[in-house]
């Protein structure tokens, strides 16, 4: 057989092996036939190619495994398919997107999808093993399947992306010890005193890196702002005092500061944030399969291998037993917005403590979704998350996070046992032209009976690059004017923070989930 070379892939397959070339592998022309008879393919060429005849006529004998085709034919077989694949992929995102305008009802989700993504998780670790030209022969008859279920996993994953913006990731391969672990070390730091943690306090000088003390956090609504009601540490990507960004004072690029006597916790945390980098890689590409673009895109276009990440621990406390002044929380909230800045460090928590808890009454009526005043006692306010995908790591048995669907039906996202939320942000809206959408979510304070001692969250927000130029991708179809305008993802952030959260002007305040 003569050399196939690579380039004939690139020709509007006018190039195509004659039959008789293909005659000693029977599989292949069944193969072939099968391609060249691919609508995808007629639809491009704009007629049938002359090779779309009854192929496997010209091979009788017996089938020979795609492991001993010649290396030349098995290439071109998987360059092939991954075009049709594409295109294929493309087409279907591009007749739901149609269908999804002309059915209004495609985001009237009531609840949030389950997706089992162990067959990304074993591909990537099966890349990762490849060595001898043996064990990669022995690998073929399973990679077929893998690939088949990779594929599915992909469009369960840019489905979701589609139709509700949020998901369930299990079959992650996240080790229990750093799945739990990091919330449990997170639990046992917050129960220090306040006078412990507070040295660890926000400053303008740690760019949003930090302890944030019940009620320094606000979120914006229509009607001005309500301050939330948790505790958090906030962890920014990590750079090196002697970082040229870090000289140079670029915005949000400074050293974490270190937690001292909490060498436990600090370790948890850099567990979960390399299994979260890891994860969330996956997923993304995953995502990126099924929406029809190279399995690589957002690594490579986004520079998604080195994410300006954000990961937060947060403690919810729970609602009090006792019936507490719902209207003093208002009162002050509306004292508060007659502010111009919001104070930090220790005048933040003396403030705070200022505040009243809400009522229980008002959580019945919240967990209904009944539209409020400022007094409704949630822990974090409804946002949008700003990147590209948030994995969440929360307490088991604790209802609180909410997802709101285009009926504005607030849809509980009760934890699963050993299962991350994820949801996707305002970037893979923009990539996707709005094909996929960022889905507002807020948290409800957890009830004492669920959750005595607090919810403990650990969101993962993994980002594009800080300097990421993000445009609606020519797959998507015609711009819409909403998307218009390129976005460099870290003024995005900063002017994301700014809008929804009070600030000190100089503090660069962390988002959450």
Not at 337 to 343: G, I, L, M, S, V
Not at 431 to 443: A, L
Request: hydrophobic share 40%; charged share 25%.
């Amino acid at each position: 057989m003569r050399t196939i070379a690579r380039a004939q892939l690139a020709t509007p397959y006018a190039n195509l092996l004659s039959p008789d070339d293909w005659a000693p592998f029977p599989d292949a022309l069944r193969w072939l036939e099968r391609v060249v008879n691919h609508p995808t393919w007629i639809a491009a060429l704009g007629k049938v190619p002359k090779c779309a005849t009854p192929l496997t006529r010209a091979a009788p004998g017996a089938d020979v495994p795609v492991a001993a085709w010649p290396p030349e034919l098995a290439e071109m077989r998987r360059e092939t398919d991954e075009r049709l694949r594409r295109a294929s992929e493309a087409a279907r995102l591009a007749a739901a997107k149609d269908a999804a305008c002309e059915d209004s009802t495609k985001r009237f989700f009531s609840a949030i999808p389950v997706i089992d993504v162990s067959s990304l998780c074993r591909r990537a670790a099966a890349e990762g093993s490849e060595g001898s030209e043996e064990a990669s022969c022995a690998s073929c008859a399973s990679n077929a399947s893998d690939r088949a279920a990779v594929l599915k996993t992909s469009r369960e994953l840019a489905d979701a992306c589609r139709d509700v913006g949020f998901f369930y990731a299990v079959g992650h391969g996240v080790d229990a010890t750093v799945y739990d672990g990091v919330r449990d070390a997170a639990r046992e730091w917050f129960d220090r005193p306040l006078e412990h943690k507070s040295r660890h306090a926000i400053t303008p000088e740690s760019a949003g890196r930090g302890y944030q003390p019940l009620g320094a956090n606000v979120t914006r609504h229509e009607r001005g702002f309500a301050r939330d009601w948790h505790e958090a540490v906030d962890v920014y990507k990590d750079f090196e005092e002697n970082d040229p960004d870090v000289l140079a004072k670029k915005p949000l690029h400074v050293p974490n500061p270190r937690l001292t006597d909490a060498a436990a916790f600090e370790g948890a945390l850099r567990a979960w944030r390399d299994e979260a980098l890891r994860v969330g890689a996956e997923i993304l590409r995953g995502i990126a399969i099924g929406l029809g673009l190279d399995d690589d895109f957002f690594a490579r276009e986004t520079t998604a291998s080195d994410p300006f990440f954000v990961m937060r621990a947060i403690r919810y406390p729970p609602l009090p037993t006792t019936t507490a002044a719902a209207e003093d929380r208002a009162d002050d909230d509306d004292a508060a917005a007659a502010e111009t800045t919001t104070t930090t460090g220790a005048n933040a928590h003396a403030h705070a403590h200022a505040i009243a808890a809400p009522s229980e009454t008002d959580v019945v009526a919240a967990k209904r979704g009944d539209d409020l005043s400022k007094a409704v006692p949630i822990s974090c306010g409804e946002h949008c998350d700003y990147g590209l995908l948030t994995l969440v790591n929360q307490d088991p048995g604790v209802r609180a996070l909410q997802v709101k669907n285009a009926r504005g039906e607030w849809v509980d996202a009760p934890p699963i046992e050993g299962a991350f939320v994820c949801n996707i942000g305002d970037m893979l809206e923009l990539y996707t032209n709005g094909v996929c959408r960022s889905t507002t979510h807020r948290v409800l304070m957890p009830s004492a009976e669920e959750a005595a001692d607090g919810r403990i969250s650990v969101p993962f927000f993994f980002e594009p690059n800080f300097d990421a130029i993000v445009s609606p991708l020519a797959a998507f179809g015609d711009v819409h004017e909403k998307y218009a305008t390129p976005v460099k993802y870290g003024e995005h952030l900063r002017r994301k923070i700014e809008a929804n959260f009070e600030t000190d002007r100089v503090t660069m305040r962390a988002r959450e989930s």
